[in-house]
Each structure stands twice: as structure tokens, then as C-alpha cells.
Antibody
Framework: QVQLVQSETEVKKPGASVKVSCKAS????????INWVRQAPGQGLEWMGW????????HYAQSLQGRVTMTTDTSTSTAYMELRSLRFDDTAVYYCAREAQQSQAFDIWGQGTLVTVS | DIVMTQTPLSSPVTLGQPASISCRSS???????????LSWLQQRPGQPPRLLIY???NRFSGVPDRFSGSGGGTDFTLKISRVEAEDVGIYYC?????????FGGGTKVEI
């Protein structure tokens, strides 16, 4: 079945970097965009950025520009999100979500990866 | 950036009764291709979000028909015709008409 499986929980110190992975299966990886969304404890959803696995084009949230990099590895159908210079307020659950081109909707979500900065 | 504003913040509902959530965007969500990329997501406690509705009114696969979406331009509504216990959670509207994609602040539906 179609699914996105993310990497495990991470604990990092302030100033460090974290790289979260999102492995896709059950569909052709290059035909859907991948978005990254985060959710701080008890808070709403925050869009972080989008990447096209087809041509590696990206769009990032202005608030994260310079600290975030999104990449894909088409040989393993895996998307990655790296966040650098971590701060306490980067503590959140990070989700990857597939975006269908026709609907521009986030139709499949990963299970989430908790990143704690402490 | 397009700001998405949801009301109410919280919606106490009675089982079997209808519920309605509003979402307003700070500018029109009509894309240059003529489509309106407004979707609704449900997040149950401890779960990732789940797509309910896309392009204003299209139910995603497997979504019960008690969920419906309507609206256009800058004003949108999600309706639950008869609330069931499994509908408890937080509901978000989201626009993907332009970057950055943005979410509403969420509406908590509780029995």
C-alpha cells in the first residue's frame, strides 16, 4: 500500500543539526511532491517547505530560509529534511506529506518524527 | 503570505447533531489555472493529520459522506451532517494555491 515511513525520534542539543528521512513506497516516487510540516507541542500545523522528487525544485518557508535543506534520493525513494542551528523552539513533531499534483492536497502523511532540542 | 482564519476555535457538539467550521483566507484562493486548492484535514489525538476534502468539496477516498465542503473565493465551510464519536479531533483548513502553503489555526471538535 501507499505509505511514507519516517525515521525515529531524535534528541539534539541547541546549535546542532538534525536530518529526518521519509521513505516512500507503493507509488512512483517522482510523480508526487513531498511537503514537510511541523507541529510544536500543543500547537497547530506549520508548513516548512516542498520538494519535487522529479527535478529537485524546492520552496521553503521564509522563516526557515538558510537553516533548512530538503533533498530526495530517487534510487531509494526517500526524502530528507535537514534543519541546522537547532533552537529550543524547533522542538516539534516533523511530518512528511505527499502532495498530488492534480489536487495539490496532502493525501498521504508519514507517522511523524519527534525532534527534541534540549 | 495568505493567512487562513478558522472559526470557531472550539466546537462542542452533540452526538448525532450537525457541526460546521468556517475558514476564511486573506485573499482569493482561485489559482490561475481556475482551480481552488483549499483542503480540509482532520487530526485525531496522537495521530498525524488525515486528508478529508480537497479542492473545496471533493471527498478523499474512504472519507464518510457525512463530511462535506463548500465555498469559494475566500470563504469556505466544512460540515459534518451527524457527528459521531470518532470525529473528535482538530480540523484544519489549508491552502495550496500559492507558496508558502498555509494552514488555519485549527478548530477543536469535542463531544
Amino acid at each position: 500500500q501507499v505509505q511514507l515511513v519516517q525515521s525515529e525520534t531524535e534528541v539534539k542539543k541547541p546549535g546542532a543539526s538534525v536530518k529526518v528521512s521519509c521513505k516512500a513506497s507503493g507509488y512512483t516516487f517522482t510523480t508526487f511532491g513531498i511537503n514537510w510540516v511541523r507541529q510544536a507541542p500543543g500547537q497547530g500545523l506549520e508548513w516548512m517547505g516542498w520538494i519535487s522528487p522529479y527535478n529537485a525544485n524546492t520552496h521553503y518557508a521564509q522563516s526557515l530560509q538558510g537553516r533548512v535543506t530538503m533533498t530526495t534520493d530517487t534510487s531509494t525513494s526517500t526524502a530528507y529534511m535537514e534543519l541546522r542551528s537547532l533552537r529550543f523552539d524547533d522542538t516539534a513533531v516533523y511530518y512528511c506529506a505527499r502532495e498530488a499534483q492534480q489536487s495539490q492536497a496532502f493525501d498521504i502523511w508519514g507517522q511523524g518524527t519527534l525532534v527534541t532540542v534540549s | 503570505d495568505i493567512v487562513m482564519t478558522q472559526t470557531p476555535l472550539s466546537s462542542p457538539v452533540t452526538l448525532g447533531q450537525p457541526a460546521s467550521i468556517s475558514c476564511r483566507s486573506s485573499q482569493s484562493l482561485v489559482h490561475s489555472d481556475g482551480n481552488t486548492y483549499l483542503s480540509w484535514l482532520q487530526q485525531r489525538p496522537g495521530q498525524p493529520p488525515r486528508l478529508l476534502i480537497y479542492k473545496i468539496s471533493n471527498r478523499f477516498s474512504g472519507v464518510p459522506d457525512r463530511f462535506s465542503g463548500s465555498g469559494g473565493g475566500t470563504d469556505f465551510t466544512l460540515k459534518i451532517s451527524r457527528v459521531e464519536a470518532e470525529d473528535v479531533g482538530i480540523y484544519y483548513c489549508m491552502q495550496a494555491t500559492q507558496f508558502p502553503h498555509t494552514f488555519g489555526g485549527g478548530t477543536k471538535v469535542e463531544i
